[in-house]
């Protein structure tokens, strides 16, 4: 199970500047750690997250083994079209996940 | 002259009265008691209190979906709890507690396992799964702000006992107790940290240095391993006995699971 928050907000005026925070469940594990019996624990990070909005990419972020677990992004953008936004983040597996959200603009 | 050297002379007698007496006080609460929180930095202060940010409602969320999970003849938390755990509120601020049909010691853990087994014909959750942890973060949060209350039961008046002394008990390579740093010298600083009353009312609680959710057991086992001592089994009866004295000692002090700590 992967849980991802998210914080958008449900109403806007056209031309507002809005903030969008996304909080992922993952443990970004660096692959620089050992286990107790001296083991290296396999890297597992996300490595790339985007955020489409009024079918425009308005937010995209490369992540790296230095990212710390469970990631927290907040970004900005401007209101624009009452519609969906979609998130959609990918491990280094190649393995995607997607969420959505709505926001009615007036 | 003779008063000039009395008062030193009443002074030392004094202080030794005290750190003899010191030992029959420490397992007295520390007061004013009060939570972990007020010895963080401002900063993961900032970041428990906010409900979006602070990470441990990652598992809130988990939580609260796996409370309405249905599996086939098997009723979800929700059917009895109902939907939003109403039914539950309060129930993380009076465990541990004694269970009448098994007549020993649970707390929310254990609860949450028997109820798995004796009512949802599920198997039990193992001890610190991510499941395990997300159903007891989910539900000590339903209880977030409430005192803690547990009262002090006849029956579990060993486990107490056990508790007590696990807790005043000298152990490990560095041979110190909990009550040395929780009790004694609380508001202090060690190793650039400030040392915390030791009450576990923000737990279960994200710790940034395990970069994940962990319950009170996973605590104790840090501060055992801390001490150089060797750990105790999580959920094992010493833990529960330790987390049942804790429990009455931080009497009333508010619940903020999930806390966010260092």
């Known amino acids: 199970m992967v849980t991802i928050r998210l914080s958008v907000p449900e109403t806007a005026t056209a031309g507002d500047i809005i903030e969008i925070k996304a909080l992922i469940q993952h443990p970004m594990e660096s692959g620089f750690r050992r286990g107790s019996r001296g083991e290296v624990i396999a890297r597992d990070i996300i490595t790339r997250f985007e955020c489409i909005y009024g079918g425009e990419t308005v937010f995209a972020a490369n992540f790296f083994p230095a990212v710390s677990a469970n990631p927290f992004l907040s970004f900005h953008t401007r209101a624009t079209t009452s519609g969906t936004l979609r998130f959609r983040w990918t491990d280094q597996n190649g393995q995607t996940w997607e969420d959505t959200a709505e926001i009615a603009v007036t | ?262």
């Open chain 2, 1 to 262: 002259m003779k008063a000039w050297l009395a008062l030193p002379l009443l002074c030392w007698l004094a202080a030794c009265a005290r750190s003899e007496t010191s030992h029959d006080f420490a397992v007295e609460r520390p007061e004013p008691a009060v939570s972990g929180t007020t010895f963080l930095t401002p900063e993961t202060q900032a970041l428990q209190e906010d409900d979006f940010a602070n990470p441990g409602y990652l598992w809130v969320d988990r939580g609260a979906a796996l409370f309405l999970a249905t599996m086939p003849d098997s009723p979800s938390c929700a059917s009895c709890h109902g939907e939003d755990g109403g039914g539950l509120i309060g129930a993380a601020a009076i465990h541990p507690k004694w269970d009448e049909i098994d007549s020993k010691l649970v707390n929310l853990e254990g609860r949450i396992n028997e109820c798995r087994t004796r009512r949802q014909h599920r198997d039990a959750l193992d001890y610190e799964s991510d499941d395990l942890l997300a159903l007891t973060t989910y539900i000590t949060n339903l209880s977030k702000e409430m005192p803690l209350s547990v009262e002090p039961d006849p029956r579990a008046k060993a486990a107490l006992e056990i508790g007590k002394a696990y807790f005043n008990t000298r152990r490990g390579q560095f041979n110190l107790s909990c009550s040395n740093c929780h009790t004694e010298n609380w508001g202090q600083t060690l190793r650039g940290d400030t040392i915390s009353q030791g009450h576990g009312n923000a737990f279960p609680a994200y710790r940034l240095e395990w970069q994940s959710i962990g319950s009170l057991h996973r605590r104790f086992q840090d501060c055992d391993t801390g001490v150089r001592a060797q750990p105790h089994a999580l959920g094992s009866e010493t833990y529960l006995a330790l987390e049942y004295y804790l429990a009455i000692r931080g009497a009333n002090i508010p619940i903020e699971a999930p806390g966010v700590r260092r």
